[in-house]
């Protein structure tokens, strides 16, 4: 830190800025301001870093969305939602954390330009905050809010009222025991994590990935494995009473016919589907919700983490200059669990 205040509190760290939208190549290792804490929050040192889809979405501008869903931000942005660390600072008034706290947060979701996780120093509001779990260590609970809220939420407990734009009902999750829970995509950031909550829940789980990730699936808990580079799973599964879509988009719908009547659909990313008529005619639940931060919710994951529950997996882990490098790497496919940067 090159410049501090009298009372030692830095005011200029390292951050991964972009200055422009586009690939990997626009993140920028580079000073910025430490940022102020307002009222409601905490300042915490970042000991790690998780990434995930939204944060190459905002980096190339949000080009799969409608231009007038693009979102406008003012450059330079800092990417990034999920951290874990060690507070050093607290606002007046703030009474749930204190410094020295090892504390885990998906910090301002949704927000464009202003969640600021990749930085040596993040803001964050309390309600956003929790304990991190004392039996993984940094790096794991920097990998686990965004995609463990995301399972979460769609599958145990909403948490919130805010409405998904992309349809006018509310997300209601559905009862899991006993019921066959199809898992495509299962072993990526949010599919490994539905894996184990609907094996938690009693369901009977089949998950589809590929071939060198059978083993870990099944570790997780999963009853079969489809192998999709040898078979496609929407033509030998049948009767499914869920399909979580981890991988989702348009063809989502090509599941609508391994459901039975009164079954249900989660694309974890529901943009592009058309198939509703269809889904209406066969009886089946389309739904999906946005994830939003949730401290609550993340204190009450950290005992089901602390308690071997829920295992983080991780993908590969780079040096926080390297997070171009990371991207990179989300680039290429065929995820393992979780990315992360280290600081």
């Known amino acids: 830190m090159s410049a501090e205040k009298k009372n030692n509190?830095?005011?200029?760290?390292?951050?991964?800025?972009?200055?422009?939208?586009?690939?990997?190549?626009?993140l920028r290792y580079e000073d910025a301001p430490v940022p102020e804490v307002r009222k409601g929050e905490v300042l915490v040192k970042v000991k790690a870093i998780g990434l995930n889809p939204p944060d190459w979405y905002l980096r190339d501008g949000y080009k799969m969305l409608p231009p007038e869903w693009q979102p406008a931000v003012p450059f330079p942005i800092i990417l990034g939602t999920d951290i874990s660390g060690i507070v050093v600072e607290v606002?007046?008034?703030?009474?749930e954390f204190a410094v020295g706290d090892e504390v885990y947060a998906m910090v301002r979701f949704p927000s464009y330009g202003d969640s600021r996780a990749y930085a040596e120093y993040v803001s964050v509001d309390v309600s956003d905050l929790a304990l991190k779990p004392k039996n993984i260590d940094f790096v794991e609970a920097a990998a686990a809010p965004m995609s463990l809220l995301t399972a979460w939420q769609f599958l145990i407990e909403l948490g919130h009222n805010q409405p998904n734009p992309l349809q006018p009902n509310r997300h209601e999750p559905v009862p899991l025991t006993g019921k066959k829970v199809l898992v495509n995509g299962a072993a990526g950031g949010v599919g490994h994590f539905v894996v184990q909550l609907a094996k938690w829940k009693g369901a009977y789980v089949i998950a589809v990935a590929s071939e060198k990730q059978g083993n870990i699936l099944r570790e997780l808990g999963a009853d079969k494995f489809i192998d999709y580079t040898k078979q496609n799973a929407d033509e030998i599964v049948s009767d499914a009473d869920l399909v979580v879509d981890c991988v989702g988009g348009p063809a989502t719908g090509r599941f609508l016919k391994t459901l039975k009547k009164g079954g249900a659909l989660f694309p974890i990313f529901p943009l592009g589907f058309c198939g509703a008529a269809e889904a209406e005619k066969l009886g089946v639940t389309v739904s999906a919700t946005q994830v939003r931060s949730n401290g609550t919710q993340l204190s009450e994951l950290a005992s089901l983490i602390d308690n071997g529950t829920i295992k983080v997996v991780i993908d590969s882990v780079f040096p926080f200059a390297d997070?171009?490098?990371?991207?990179?790497?989300?680039?290429?496919?065929?995820?393992?669990?979780?990315i992360a940067l280290t600081v």
């Open 323 to 338: 997070a171009r490098k990371a991207h990179e790497r989300a680039a290429k496919g065929n995820i393992q669990g979780k």
């Open 9 to 26: 509190r830095p005011t200029v760290m390292k951050a991964i800025r972009q200055h422009e939208f586009g690939g990997p190549e626009v």
């Open 91 to 95: 606002s007046e008034g703030v009474k």
